[in-house]
């Protein structure tokens, strides 16, 4: 109730004292975990605080148009917030959103044990991506040589398109809601983020220190916002599920729910989280 009224009060001030603030551009994409921003938009949330949403077919188109300053915020992964972070000094994170639990995964139209075998694997992923380090945890955790792998770059949309066969040894870098329409076809998962040994990734909304100066009761406001969404979304799933489903590719509700499974919300992070991620340069005195 407090928050509420902290939020109701935030909005009001920035709009009775800067009617004219430039919008802010937020770079994103179709990922489970972005979904209170889906929500916060098209309940209206972000529009109060004039933000709006860039939605690109993979994280690494994202991270390109915040790179050329098309836009002021950018959603994505600890491997994208680093690959910026070596272009442009002052990016930072600022908002937690998720933890992948289960969320990216590698599919395979053959078993592990097939492929633990085989002398000639195509791999299809997002190179400058989360997907690159996926990767190479699959191939360090099953002992795999990756001189047997041919690498081929795509963005996700393109990879929702692979068309099974068992012709040859695939293995594809994928996440959801994208990995729906792959299994559909045959494709099987081999490995995820769902188990507690594997790959840490999060999400996170990122950008410049001068961007949080300029906009820090506004950028205070959309943390709230993403708590009131994140919690409006968990009470009324068909609710968030029928307002949000066409910028997830129209997943059905029992696709929905089973995706909001697959993450764990991490906008109010433990101090114990918060210590575990400073590893992976998440400095806390950044986070709103």
């Known amino acids: 109730m407090i928050k509420s009224l902290f939020l109701f009060l935030t909005l009001f001030l920035l709009a009775c004292s800067s009617p004219k ?31 709006k949403l860039s939605n690109s077919v993979s994280l690494g188109e994202a991270s390109n148009i915040f790179l050329i300053s098309k836009a002021q915020l950018v959603t ?7 690959l910026l972070k070596n272009e442009m ?16 995964m590698i599919l395979s139209n ?19 991506s989360i997907n690159k380090e996926m990767i190479e945890d699959f191939i360090k955790t099953y002992n795999l040589d990756s001189k047997y792998m041919h690498f081929i770059n795509k963005d996700q949309a393109k990879i929702q398109n692979i068309k099974f066969t068992n012709l040859k040894d695939i293995l594809i870098v994928t996440y959801i809601p994208n990995n729906l329409v792959l299994e559909k076809r045959g494709f099987k998962e081999l490995a995820s983020t769902n188990k507690p040994d594997t790959l840490l990734v999060i999400d996170s909304i990122c950008t410049s220190k001068e961007i949080l100066e300029q906009n820090k009761m506004r950028l205070e406001a959309l943390k709230l916002v993403i708590d009131k969404s994140i919690q409006e979304i968990m009470n009324d799933k068909v609710r968030a599920h029928e307002l949000i489903k066409k910028e ?15 993450i764990k919300w991490i906008n109010k992070p433990s101090q114990e989280f918060l210590q575990k991620i400073d590893s992976i ?8």
Do not use: C, M
């Open 21 to 51: 603030e430039e919008p802010l551009l937020l770079s994103t994409n179709q990922w489970i975990g972005y979904s209170p921003l889906f929500y916060a938009q098209e309940k209206g949330y972000l529009d109060e605080l004039n933000i």
């Open 89 to 104: 000094n002052s990016i930072i994170p600022i908002i937690l959103l998720s933890r992948s639990n289960g969320g990216d």
């Open 248 to 262: 997830l590719g129209n997943l059905s509700y029992e696709e929905f729910s089973n995706a909001l499974e697959t």
């Open 76 to 82: 994505g992964t600890q491997h994208e917030y680093n």
């Open 110 to 128: 053959q078993s592990l044990e097939a492929i633990k075998k085989s002398k000639n694997i195509t791999v299809y992923l997002e190179v400058d």
């Open 281 to 288: 340069g998440y400095k806390r005195e950044n986070l709103l």
